[in-house]
């Protein structure tokens, strides 16, 4: 693979670079490529397991969405404030996930003016089914790596990822997605 910005004193510029180079150890712009494939993998193999099992129409941002409305439910600024993006951004997420049937909007309890979106019991037995599957794609993971590795792995993760920023909602608007 040669797609290396090259010609800066002979150092390579954060590109990828082509194995037959002689780096000696991997360079710095590959771990977070490598975690990013292993997220994707992870993902991406989640959601053709839930469309196997009668979930065709969730999509990634659906399912932070998801999280993000809880199972006490939230307004569409709550949402969107989770999520990193606007209100109307929440919206129209919220409004895929009504037509889907995973969630439904109410009234508020509290203000007649605001309506609180919650999840549907199609849409928690959607997030249950997830949190299976995650559990078993990371006992594949194990099976393949030894799972002394997977915990090392999650461990060494957990000391260099702050804690406030290890399971924020909001990588749908900073990957760019709603």
Do not use: C
């Not at 393949?144 to 260099?160: H, K, N, Q, T, Y």
């Amino acid at each position: 693979m040669d797609n290396m910005v090259d010609g800066v004193d002979e150092e390579n510029v954060n590109q990828v670079v082509d194995r037959g180079k002689g780096v000696s150890d991997a360079p710095g712009f590959e771990l977070p490529l490598l975690l990013f494939g292993g997220f994707r993998t992870l993902i991406d193999r989640l959601h053709a397991r839930l469309a196997e099992e009668g979930h065709p129409g969730l999509r990634p941002a659906y399912g932070f969405a998801m999280q993000a409305v809880g199972t006490g439910g939230a307004t569409a600024s709550e949402i969107g404030r989770r999520l990193g993006v606007s209100k109307q951004a929440a919206g129209k997420t919220v409004d895929r996930l009504v037509a889907l049937g995973y969630a439904e909007r109410r009234d508020d309890a509290l203000d007649a003016r605001r309506k609180t979106v919650h999840l549907t019991p199609h849409g928690l037995a959607g997030l249950r089914r997830s949190a299976a599957v995650f559990d078993e794609l990371r006992a594949e993971w194990a099976a393949v790596l030894g799972a002394e590795r997977v915990r090392d792995i999650e461990s060494g993760l957990r000391r260099v990822v702050p804690a406030e920023t290890a399971f924020r909602l909001d990588a749908t608007s900073w990957l760019g997605g709603s």
